[in-house]
């Protein structure tokens, strides 16, 4: 036999326009392929929940199968799937970017942390794509540079610290540098001052002091200048003489 009738619309139809079932006598569905996607149709549409429920469960039983599945399709249609994003894209555009930012607002560590995966799957990928960016649009990137270190100076001054730190061959800690910031409360340790702060090794790094949340504080320009590279004790001897001399006068 190689026709079957349809048990749902009744036409006579070749064995190829039914699904394989390996439990039934002739080894395909009663039903034909065009009723059954007919019938997933209508129930999407009119039980939409229960739907997407038994898809979730599906998919948590079989997440290897499924991830191992959607790989090998990214694979196999690279650069139609590209195109077709590209398309949508082009006719969303504004609608896909709110949808982007909303998300990126309700689920910032998720998104930081898949960034992150991204970032170190991709690190020699991603640092050739700057390169080419800069040497392609210098003077933006010099622009956009300059206005991220306006509005992040604290970080930039970490990032000199871990530098001068790596050249001195210290030990360096990760850590966030605005712990230091809050935990000195925003002054001076030495002399208590709010203006012109900057982050100090209280162990000079020339002295083999570590760049770790233990060996640092907040220090003014004046304090910080005046302390250089000089043994903490000793320092805050000569400073506390100084201060006394310069009372007696």
């Known amino acids: 036999m190689d026709q079957k009738r349809c048990s749902k619309c009744g036409e006579l139809k070749a064995l190829s326009e039914f699904h394989k079932k390996r439990a039934s006598r002739d080894g395909v569905q009663t039903r034909c392929k065009l009723c059954l996607v007919a019938a997933s149709k209508q129930e999407r549409q009119e039980h939409p929940e229960r739907v997407a429920a038994r898809q979730k469960r599906w998919r948590e039983a079989h997440s290897e199968k ?25 006719t969303h555009g504004e609608q896909e970017t709110a949808r ?24 020699e990928q991603n640092a050739a794509y700057q390169r080419e960016y800069r040497e392609a649009n210098r003077e933006e990137a010099v622009a956009y540079t300059k206005r991220w270190r306006e509005k992040n100076p604290e970080q930039c001054a970490a990032t000199q610290h871990r530098r001068r730190a790596r050249k001195a061959a210290a030990t360096i800690e990760k850590f966030n540098i605005m ?28 002295d083999g002091g570590s760049h770790s949340l233990d060996n640092l ?17 000793e320092w805050l001897s000569w400073k506390t003489r100084l201060q006394r001399q310069l009372g007696q006068c």
Do not use: F
């Open 66 to 90: 499924e991830a191992a599945r959607k790989k090998q399709y990214r694979e196999a249609n690279h650069e139609r799937l590209l195109a077709s994003e590209k398309q949508y894209r082009d």
């Open 217 to 233: 504080t907040v220090a003014c320009m004046s304090c910080n200048c005046s302390k250089g590279a000089k043994p903490l004790i």
């Open 179 to 206: 712990e230091v910031w809050e935990y000195w409360g925003w002054l001076c340790a030495y002399c208590g001052s709010t203006e012109n702060l900057t982050i100090d090794h209280i162990v000079a790094l020339a």
């Open 100 to 123: 982007q930012r909303r998300y990126y607002a309700e689920n910032p560590e998720k998104c930081a942390a898949r960034h992150k995966r991204w970032v170190q799957a991709h690190s």
